[in-house]
């Protein structure tokens, strides 16, 4: 594993530095050593080997003398000239003992040696002795060679000493080399202590070997000292390095606590009395990089937390100062947004909406005369939280704050109304948390902008339904060019003669996810996001493409469909629907647009210039949901529609029964009927319903009593199936 | 020591009685030159013992045998007096020329006969350096060859073995047969090839 710290990094470092050096001067030391025992043994070696050849050719001379003496005996001459072989047997054994030979041969000048063979073969023997060294059985031998004459050179007589270890010990002691005789040449010669002196020429040698052991001692124990020696700078050193390294360690150990806590948001003074300069720099450098941490974090705690245009809490600020209360206190929060703000800053600039915002401010802790927590939590949005234990509670505070906003707020240049409304929500009840409570309040205002008495509480659902319209909305664009919108055709009836003389169109939205959604629900998230030309285009072409397939199987029909009020306010569209009709050979007066009366009134210059072009491009045009909402009988004469659409409530409020909804329908039929237009009632559900409408004269019905609403394929069957025609009831 | 058996045969040829006639033996080495102071030895096959007194001397003077090579006739007597002023002891180990001289003090003069022709190796038992060798020829046919490597016989007609003295093997050696002719005088020319000489 490799060191990590910084300290045994140094120590290490060092260390291995010095045990470099020291195993390097170690080395040099330990081979000079070697060397010079080598030399020592290689001198006392030559030395040896002198003596030994000296000892053994002293000895080898001996022998000879006393050989030559032998050999001159009258009668050993006389027995070997007589050359009977038992003599010369008996003669060498008994002679050669006389000169304490171990062995002796008889090498007669011709024939055969005795005994025979002789373990040596001198070749050409001249003179007239001669030392031999060989192998005799396997042991090695001096052998002397002495001629014998008589006075011829009758033969020789050899004469074999063996070189025994008593040989060799006393060779051993005079030299002080161990002397081995061997047969062996070569091995054991590469040793610096080792010599092979040879013998003679026959392969014999003397393996002389120095006594190393007393000398190589000595050098080992001179090797250890020196390791002992080298041993003790090693770990002084490792020691001094690891000293030395803790007094920069440490100080860096302590910087990084100092950062920790720095970390943790604690600025204390950094001490480090006796830390190395370097490292004394780096710390005042943390240390002011702390300070000035403290000072920024401060200055941002200031800005998070208050509002500098009204020295008001902050929407953080007003969430930490509730969240300081204890939990499960009854709490209420009012949400108080100034939508006029937006175009007093647009109009008189930023700061005069600031001055509105912060008189407002002034205005509500004087209503409140209660302890609050008062914060600017958006651009025109005051918060309010206090301890409140009920809806009426909150309720009657609200409204008092209401109607002190209620009262025009004198502004440089002129005076603004404010027209406030606040969103409540009360916890425990709505939520725990000041986030929650805020959020749900935010909710609450979208009910009050739309109630006059400009005030709601949080009712539960209500963001849940705010999340749906989003993922509803985060739906649509796909749903748009994937086929999840798909258009459903409801048969619309001639009472007259029971043809199917139209259909209406309505969008249908499968969603995997979300389900049914209808389009009185996405169609107005459509127009805030602004997708309702996107989506009236979609519906268009889907429509007018299948009544082209209507055309080309033979069903001739009309086709309704809605517009919606933003529809009337784009100018486009009549363009765009000519194009289409004309694309898809459409003729105009089969087609009928359907308007809710709503949707007229929204910008009536504005529509009613669309309504004169789609009109002049020969569509019909139908009020839709007559008799419901808001109703005006002005318009009504005003616009040149073609056809009535009497509103499903009172279709079915007949089916129920009573005179007073037969009376409206009977007024409203005979109000089309005076205008001249079509009359068409949906929402028929029933034979009861259908009596009286037939009786009134309504023109068409439309509704489940005749079929639901079916996808195209659906309505061409059911169309086909019954040849375009209804069975009208017999009564 | 090499054993020569010189006498593996006896030839009888003619009577001694024939008249004799001169022999002239040319010995020439390997080189083609004349080999002088060699000695040869005719054979005729038979022994021809020298008369009982023919006598021969080898003294023994300045501790050496003095001549150190010399041939006689089979039968003949060989004295040995000791001219030195200290006894001798002589003897000859050679197979079939066996014999011994017992210790004799100066100014003795003991002798041996030899009545079997081959080369006789003497020593002294006392004094290893004195050597001589005695040729005991089996006729009276031998001699030296000459500064000019030749040697004169008168000898009977006949047919001979001519041996020459290896010094060498102390021995006598073959050189060839020659044959004597009785109307005129014979000239042998041999070789000295088989006939080594000791350095």
């Not at chain 2, 001519?162 to 042998?188: M, N, Q, R, T």
């Amino acid at each position: 594993m490799r060191p990590r710290t910084l300290a045994s990094r140094f120590a290490l470092l060092s260390v291995l530095l010095l045990c470099f050096a020291l195993a390097a001067s170690a080395l040099i030391v330990r081979s000079r050593l070697r060397e010079a025992a080598d030399a020592h043994a290689q001198a006392e070696l030559a030395r040896g080997a002198l003596l030994i050849t000296s000892l053994l050719e002293q000895r080898g001379e001996r022998l000879v003398l006393a050989a030559r003496t032998l050999a001159a005996d009258y009668g050993l001459r006389e027995v070997m000239a007589l050359g009977d072989a038992a003599s010369i047997l008996e003669a060498l054994r008994n002679h050669g003992a006389r000169i304490g030979a171990d062995r002796a041969w008889w090498l007669p000048r011709s024939g055969e040696p005795i005994p025979s063979p002789a373990p040596f073969a001198p070749k050409s023997l001249d003179e007239p002795s001669k030392v031999l060294y060989t192998l005799i059985e396997g042991r090695p031998h001096q052998v002397i060679l002495v001629e014998l004459r008589a006075p011829a050179r009758l033969g020789y007589l050899a004469l074999a000493y063996a070189l025994d270890e008593t040989t060799a010990e006393r060779l051993s002691a005079l030299s002080g080399l161990t002397v081995r005789f061997t047969a062996a040449d070569g091995e054991g010669t590469s040793a610096a202590h080792e010599r092979l002196l040879p013998l003679g020429d026959g392969g014999l040698h003397a393996l002389l070997t120095a006594d190393l052991e007393s000398l190589s001692s000595a050098f080992r124990a001179a090797e250890r000292q020196i390791l002992l020696l080298a041993l003790i700078p090693l770990i002084a050193a490792a020691f001094a390095a690891y000293r030395l390294s803790l007094r920069i360690t440490r100080p860096l150990e302590e910087l990084a606590a100092a950062a920790d806590r720095i970390a943790r948001g604690e600025f204390e003074p950094i001490a480090l009395p006796d830390a190395p300069t370097e490292v004394h720099a780096l710390a005042e450098r943390m240390a002011s990089m702390g300070r000035s941490l403290a000072e920024r974090e401060a200055r941002l705690a200031e800005l998070a937390y208050s509002d500098p245009a009204t020295a008001l809490p902050s929407r953080a600020g007003f969430i930490a100062r509730l969240n300081a209360r204890s939990a499960g206190e009854p709490l209420a929060v009012l949400l108080c947004e100034m939508p006029p703000l937006r175009e007093i800053a647009a109009t008189f600039g930023a700061a005069a909406a600031d001055r509105a915002i912060a008189a407002s401010a002034s205005r509500l802790k004087s209503a409140l005369g209660r302890e609050a927590t008062l914060a600017r939590v958006g651009e025109q949005m005051l918060a309010l939280g206090f301890a409140s234990a009920s809806e009426d509670e909150a309720l009657a505070v609200a409204f008092a704050l209401l109607a002190a906003l209620r009262e025009p707020m004198p502004l440089d240049p002129a005076p603004v109304w404010l027209e406030a409304q606040i969103g409540i929500a009360l916890a425990p009840a709505h939520g725990r948390d000041p986030e929650t409570l805020l959020r749900r309040a935010e909710a609450a205002l979208t009910l009050a902008s739309a109630w006059p008495e400009r005030c709601a509480i949080y009712q539960p659902g209500l963001e849940e339904r705010r999340l749906r319209a989003i993922s509803v909305l985060g739906a649509l664009p796909s749903a748009l060019t994937d086929g999840g919108l798909e258009l459903h055709y409801q048969p619309q009836v001639r009472l007259a003669d029971g043809r199917v003389a139209g259909v209406e169109a309505l969008l249908r939205w499968q969603d995997p996810r979300l389900g049914s959604i209808s389009p009185s629900e996405f169609v107005p998230l459509a127009e805030k996001a602004g997708l309702s030309q996107a989506l009236t285009r979609h519906v268009l072409s889907l429509a007018l493409a299948e009544a082209r397939r209507w055309r080309a199987e033979g069903v001739a029909i009309e086709l309704a469909l809605n517009l919606s009020a933003l529809d009337l306010l784009d100018q486009s569209l009549p363009a765009q629907l000519r194009t289409l009709l004309a694309e898809h050979a459409i003729e105009p007066e089969r087609v009928t647009l359907e308007i809710t009366e709503s949707a007229a009134m929204r910008d009536p210059e504005r529509s009613g210039r669309v309504f004169a072009r789609l009109k002049n491009l020969g569509v019909k045009l139908a009020i839709d949901d007559f008799g419901s909402g808001y109703s005006s009988l002005a318009q009504l004469r005003q616009w040149p529609v073609d056809e009535l659409k009497l509103d499903a409530s009172h279709v079915r409020a007949l089916s129920a029964g009573g005179p007073r909804a037969e009376a409206i329908l009977a007024a409203s039929l005979e109000l089309g009927r005076r205008l001249g237009l079509r009359t068409v009632a949906e929402g028929v559900e029933d034979a009861a319903a259908l009596a009286p409408l037939k009786r009134l004269g309504c023109d068409r019905v439309q509704g489940w009593l005749v079929a639901p609403a079916m996808p195209a394929a659906a309505f061409r069957h059911w169309w086909r199936e019954r040849t375009g025609r209804w069975p009208l009831p017999a009564a | 020591m090499i054993a020569v058996i010189l006498f593996s045969a006896l030839i009888v040829t003619e009577s001694a009685s024939r008249s004799e006639v001169p022999v002239e033996i040319l010995l020439l080495d390997a080189h083609g030159r004349p080999r002088a102071e060699a000695l040869i030895v005719l054979d005729d096959g038979e022994l021809h013992p020298a008369p009982a007194e023919a006598r021969f001397e080898i003294e023994q003077r300045g501790l050496a045998f003095r001549p150190s090579l010399a041939a006689v006739q089979v039968g003949a007597e060989v004295f040995f007096p000791n001219r030195d002023p200290f006894a001798h002891h002589i003897y000859s180990f050679s197979p079939g020329m066996r014999f011994e001289l017992p210790l004799h003090r100066s100014g003795e003069r003991p002798s041996h006969r030899f009545s079997q022709p081959g080369v006789a190796v003497i020593g002294c038992n006392i004094h290893d350096r004195m050597q001589a060798t005695l040729v005991v020829a089996p006729g009276p046919w031998f001699g030296f060859t000459d500064a000019d490597g030749r040697l004169r016989l008168q000898v009977p007609p006949g047919r001979y073995r001519v041996l020459g003295f290896s010094s060498e093997e102390a021995a006598l050696k073959p050189l060839g047969d020659g044959i004597a002719k009785p109307e005129a005088p014979s000239s042998w020319v041999f070789s000295t090839e088989g006939l080594k000489e000791a350095p």
